[in-house]
């Protein structure tokens, strides 16, 4: 099983669209929860911290559920702009800051 | 100014060529990365290095060897490399590597071509 699972897209929306994406982690010790955008030839950007509490910036809503091992992110009001691949990265916490990515999801929003 | 900066942007090298990638950043963050990413693949981990100290080898061949001359720095030395080296190479820092909720920040990479 992969430490990070992400749902494999692609997922092809209309602009205006609402769409989420899941993502699962294994290792229970894991500390802490972003999503990153990487548009296509560009680096990995930082797009959200995930708080246990839950989190939004604009149209953009991440949701944590320790229990469950389960990251959300859900984006409201799709614009051209989002179309990327949305990568799930967890912080396991005892492996001295390395990062463990999901594969990713890629993102078309379409006219 | 949360910005990583990396040369060159792009590097075409042959096998027995000898070249260096250079990252630099100035947020005062003590943990610096290089990762490798293939095309439709996430980031690999190379190395981590923290208060200019290597951390973390993820059992990389010889043919890379990072370097940290000071705070801000952080080089990729390349030789005789393969054409499955070939890959974007990416450096990111963060603040401290151990600290919990430690974003890294992302440097918009090297696309390195061996023939």
């Known amino acids: ?25 294994s290792n229970s010790a894991s500390q802490s929860f972003f999503w990153y955008r990487q548009d296509c030839r560009k680096e990995p950007k930082l797009l959200m911290s995930v708080y246990s509490s839950g989190n939004e910036d604009g149209r953009f809503t991440a949701q944590l559920n320790r229990a469950s091992q389960y990251i959300s992110l859900l984006i409201r009001d799709s614009k051209l702009s989002d179309s990327a691949t949305y990568l799930c990265v967890v912080n396991i916490g005892n492996q001295g800051g390395k990062l463990i990515f999901g594969q990713g999801t890629e993102l078309s929003v379409k006219p | 100014d949360t910005e990583v900066t990396q040369t060159p942007k792009h590097l075409v090298m042959g096998m027995t060529n000898k070249k260096s990638l250079k990252c630099e950043q100035h947020m005062g963050h003590r943990a610096m990365y290089w990762y490798k990413q293939k095309a439709k693949k996430p980031p690999e981990l190379m190395f981590v290095y923290s208060y200019e100290k290597l951390s973390i080898n993820e059992s990389v061949p010889s043919r890379f060897s990072p370097e940290c001359p000071n705070s ?27 600290a919990a909720q430690t974003e890294q920040f992302f440097g918009p990479g090297t696309r390195l071509t061996v023939l």
């Open chain 2, 72 to 98: 801000s720095l952080l080089n990729l030395h390349l030789h005789a490399l393969q054409p499955e080296d070939s890959a974007l190479y990416l450096c990111a820092s963060s603040q401290d590597r151990l």
């Open chain 1, 1 to 25: 099983r992969k430490e990070v699972e992400q749902d494999p897209g692609p997922f092809n929306v209309p602009e205006g669209a609402t769409v989420a994406f899941n993502c699962t982690y």
